[in-house]
């Protein structure tokens, strides 16, 4: 009777071992099946930032080459300033020049008008030589000296 007893005990422990040896089974087929769900998601969120990323990163350097691009033509820009402040300068510089060429044409004028005598010729009076331009012989006879006005 105490082998019997003996007997029942370790079988009912056996069962006992045995049922938490299958729930402890089932808890691992479970954790392995959430595992590789998990591992399907990180795949994806893995594959989903590599896309992103590569959009990202060909966007980036898209908006570098833009970038690239204007400042090029930024640079373009400022030289076509730059030689549109020259060519304004010069010709401030010529206008200024004419309008000193016109001032001394208009007083040479005003001094020749004073010389002339009714029915002569402009010419200067006895004894003085009539000035003309400085380096550039003396003008055509003829010439109209308002052409410059």
Same mark, same amino acid.
């Given at each position: 009777e105490e082998?019997e007893?003996?007997? /029942?005990?370790?079988?009912?422990q056996?069962?006992?071992?045995? =049922?938490?040896?299958?729930? =402890?089974? @089932?808890?691992?087929?479970?954790?392995?099946?959430?595992?590789?769900?998990? /591992? /399907?998601?990180?795949?994806e %969120? *893995?594959?989903?930032?590599?896309? +992103?990323?590569?959009?990202?990163?060909a %966007? =980036?350097? *898209?908006?570098?080459?833009?970038?690239?691009?204007?400042?090029?033509?930024?640079?373009?820009?400022?030289?076509? $300033?730059?030689?549109?402040?020259? !060519?304004? #300068?010069?010709? #401030?510089? @010529?206008?200024k020049?004419?309008e !000193?060429? +016109?001032? *001394?044409?208009? #007083?040479?004028?005003?001094? +020749?008008?004073?010389? $002339?005598?009714?029915?002569?010729?402009?010419?200067?009076?006895p004894?003085?030589?009539?000035?003309?331009?400085?380096?550039?012989? %003396?003008?055509?006879?003829?010439? +109209?000296?308002?052409?410059?006005?």
């Amino acid at each position: 009777e105490e082998v019997e007893e003996a007997a /029942a005990k370790s079988a009912k422990q056996l069962k006992q071992r045995t =049922a938490k040896l299958r729930a =402890a089974r @089932d808890d691992l087929d479970a954790a392995q099946e959430e595992i590789a769900a998990l /591992a /399907a998601q990180l795949s994806e %969120a *893995q594959a989903a930032l590599a896309a +992103n990323e590569g959009r990202v990163g060909a %966007a =980036a350097r *898209q908006a570098e080459r833009d970038l690239e691009e204007a400042r090029a033509a930024l640079l373009e820009r400022e030289k076509e $300033v730059e030689l549109l402040k020259e !060519m304004v #300068r010069a010709a #401030r510089s @010529d206008a200024k020049t004419k309008e !000193m060429q +016109n001032q *001394q044409l208009r #007083r040479k004028l005003r001094t +020749n008008a004073g010389t $002339v005598t009714p029915g002569g010729t402009g010419a200067s009076p006895p004894g003085k030589a009539a000035p003309g331009p400085r380096g550039k012989g %003396a003008a055509p006879a003829g010439s +109209n000296m308002m052409q410059v006005l």
